[in-house]
């Protein structure tokens, strides 16, 4: 890509450019090794303590509580993290805006909408009082499209003001903001058709919840993120070039517009999927990209892989806390991300304003 062209192919064994990697790579080495050990602990930890050996038994022999309850969770927690970050990352690049991911900007509500119009006026799925198995999808499909049809309106929303009005950073939050209170409002007028079941078990998921995971789903999630991973991967040079600037980009080739519509698009299909399975799962895309930045900088070819990882870390602590914190009862994970998220949220604000 003609934008490659910005970075030196000359770089040799220059004592800086050597530093200026190692940093990077160590930092993501070291992301990779907490996340397994994260994960080993994980499986291991809950109603029914494990030793890591047993966890590592029973993985290999495909039986016990660590492969059939505790294993396909922890591993969507992985997939998900991972994808909520990405998703944030690159909406923060795309719109210019640190405040920018999936949860803040409505997607993620106006998702949850499309789900509970699914579940409850089309049938796609069935609602008990058993919070572990409060809504049970029956017809996937039809829940994951409405979600992400209705989380397309919210992002039509952002990138009009974004490439039509210009507006500024916070106001393109604060539609985010606007959108969510819509779509939240229309979930509300949706339980005025429910049973008092079908409104707790819909307020419950609408929290986060990955009690519900199954391998199905974890197949599901991962063959929809896989592409969507790779494709942002496959562009992290562009997404460099557009860092730098619309004007810098356009003028090394760069389509920015498109780029801006199919990473938005992407960004809004990985928050419906994730809607869908799990419930609305704030602040990860907001919290991952801006710890990540701290130590590797802006390089989308750190910063993508880095916020995978961090994410993933970041879920998959939050839904041992929900289960662990308060153990027997479980707290919906989208309570734990939430009171992770919101302080850095309302930090990132405040320093905006004073600059």
Known sequence: MSNKQTVSTKKGDSPSYSKYIGKKVMFLTVCSVGLILIVLIALSIGSANLSISEVINQILDQNGIAWSIRFPRVLVAVVAGAMLAVAGTVMQCILKNPLSEPYTLGLSQAAAF???FAIVILGAGSTFSNAKDAVVINNQYAV??????FSLI????????????????????LSGVVMGSVFGA???AIQYFASDVQIASIVYWTFGDLSRI????LILISAVSLPVLIYFIYNRW??????AGIDTASSLGVNVNRHIIVGMVLSSLVAALIVSLMGVIGFVGLLAPHMVRRVVGSDHRFVIPASALVGALILVVSDTLARTIISPLILPVGVITAFMGGPLFLAILIRGYRK
């Open 186 to 188: 229309a979930r509300t």
């Open 144 to 149: 994951t499209i409405c979600a992400f049809c």
């Open 238 to 243: 562009n997404y460099n070039a557009i860092d």
């Open 114 to 116: 499309g789900a509970a």
């Open 154 to 173: 919210s992002t039509g929303v952002v990138l009009v003001l974004t490439r039509l009005t210009r507006v500024s950073s916070e106001a393109i939050v």
């Open 214 to 217: 199954t391998w199905e789903n």
